[in-house]
């Protein structure tokens, strides 16, 4: 195991950065023209927004004269503009969001308490909506953009992870295990490139070796290798014994002094971001994790939203299921619709409705096929070229038009659009008390095992997809699924 010589060329690299020893480090250029257009793409926002409403007749000019300061400083106040939102997704929305709730309510104040312009809040409420919708329609062109450019190399930054050797080869795995495939280990940070790794035991860097990642040393090595690589993050991964107080802190004050940023990876993975936050306590700021949303309150728009949409797609979508009916009818001998008992919310049994893509002696030939079994580490029972899926099956399959009626499931309530996978129920007697969490919400015509590759994935790998989903639900998470599942059908990976 060789360990990069970064200490000694910390004299030289601190040298090369004397003239900003007073002024500090510059952000990089990209990340003010960034600031630069998104407070441009707002304020034109709030200015058409301001004279829409103006041109309906509705407005005066006090409105289209204040909406864009207000607009701009709203969101400024909300840390719109603060680079670490760059590239993000939900958070940077409900930033948005949070910052349209502000507007009316400030010119509430200004029009009725202290300009005595009663018809300002209402116009400030016609043309707010129109404002986020604009300025959201840019953030979203914007963080696209700024994606692709990172996919390409460009406007990265660098980062060092610092910790243990055991908790830094665990994070690499979960970096690697979540990564597009094929991505290399440099690559595994979303808008960053890792340098390398500092150890608090640089003898177990045998440990993280077997991940492609270079050790550059210890933690006296953190500052000289953020300013040999231009600033960049120093991520602390697992915080542990090795490193205590007053280690933490001497670190973070090495790295503002190398112009990086001093980030913290949590002991827990598959939290997300949403259901963190830092709450002070006694003078001491801890990290609180919320609850997950178990409730039938918190999901009732959901359910309500999910029914709508099944049945707009059943009216819509009848003459397909229609034609795959009668194609399926055609292909095989045996019914058009197959239907099993599965288990849903709470454990509780139904019985789910699939177009039929095997032959009728299906189940009395599985025995004869469980050397062939996939998914032999877990619970599932999935087979390559199984011999008992017709050839209709095997399309419907390969596109998930067979599960086209499990519409109605979710149309009567037993199950979501969007959800685990719906378990049998001689899968849930195997469950350990874990992974029954699963049950605590209805399983899904799809969901987050679904999208990741579905049969192709390890039992375990989709168990941790289930809790993941079961406990970081929320409408947004629900929308990205969704956006993510028509790739995912038109690829076809998994579906088998």
């Not at 909406?67 to 670490?84: E, K």
């Not at 699939?354 to 079994?373: I, Q, S, Y």
């Amino acid at each position: 195991m060789t360990v990069l010589p970064v200490t000694h060329e910390r004299h030289r690299v601190e040298s090369s950065y004397a003239d900003h020893s007073n002024s500090g480090f510059h952000r990089p250029r990209w990340k003010r023209r960034h600031q630069l257009v998104l407070l441009a793409t707002d304020t034109v926002a709030a200015m058409a927004a301001a004279l829409l409403v103006l041109r309906a007749g509705g407005g005066h000019w006090p409105a289209v004269l204040g909406l864009p300061p207000a607009w701009a400083g709203s969101l400024a106040a909300h840390h719109a503009y603060a680079p670490a939102s760059f590239g993000s997704g939900g958070g940077l929305y409900r930033q948005v969001l949070r910052a349209a709730l502000v507007v009316p309510a400030l010119a509430a104040l200004l029009g009725w308490g202290l300009a005595g312009e009663p018809e300002l809040p209402r116009e400030m409420i016609l043309a707010v909506p129109l404002a986020t919708m604009l300025s959201l329609t840019a953030r979203f062109a914007l963080r696209r953009r700024l994606r692709g450019l990172w996919a390409r190399g460009r406007h990265r930054t660098t980062a060092v992870l610092v910790g243990p050797s055991a908790g830094i080869a665990e994070l690499l795995t979960a970096l690697l295990r979540d990564s597009r495939a094929g991505a290399p280990a440099a690559t595994v940070f979303q808008g960053m490139d890792l340098a390398g790794v500092c150890l608090t035991d640089p003898e177990g860097a045998e440990a993280v070796d077997v991940c492609g990642v270079p050790v550059l040393g210890g933690l006296a090595e953190v500052q000289g290798a953020l300013r040999a690589f231009g600033g960049g993050s120093a991520v602390v991964a697992l915080p542990g014994p090795e490193l205590d107080a007053a280690q933490m802190r001497r670190l973070s004050w090495s790295t503002a002094a190398a112009g990086g940023e001093f980030l913290i990876a949590p002991g827990f993975g598959d939290v997300s971001a949403a259901r963190l936050a830092v709450r002070p306590v006694g003078g001491m700021p801890l990290i609180q994790v919320r609850a997950p949303r178990l409730s039938r309150l918190s999901r009732l728009p959901k359910e309500l939203m999910e029914r709508l949409i099944a049945a707009l797609l059943l009216l819509l979508l009848s003459p397909l299921m229609g034609a795959v009916a009668l194609a399926v009818r055609l292909g095989s001998r045996g019914p058009t619709l197959f239907r099993q008992v599965r288990v849903g919310l709470h454990g509780k049994p139904f019985t789910m409705l699939k177009f039929r893509t095997m032959r009728t002696d299906a189940e009395e030939r599985r025995a004869e096929l469980a050397h062939a079994n996939h998914n032999s580490d877990g619970l599932l029972f999935k087979v390559r070229d199984d011999p008992r899926i017709t050839r209709v099956g095997a399309t419907l399959r390969r596109y998930s038009l067979d599960e086209l009626p499990q519409l109605l499931n979710v149309l009567t309530g037993r199950m979501s659009l969007i959800g685990p996978r719906p378990p049998l129920p001689e899968e849930v007697a195997g469950y350990s008390h874990e992974v029954r969490r699963r049950l605590l919400v209805k399983p899904g015509l799809t969901g987050l095992w679904q999208v990741s590759g579905r049969s192709d994935l390890p039992w375990d790998e989709a168990v941790r997809l289930d809790l993941a989903y079961v406990d970081n639900w929320s409408l947004g998470l629900d929308t990205v699924i969704l956006l993510r599942t028509g790739p995912a059908v038109v690829r076809g990976t998994g579906a088998y």
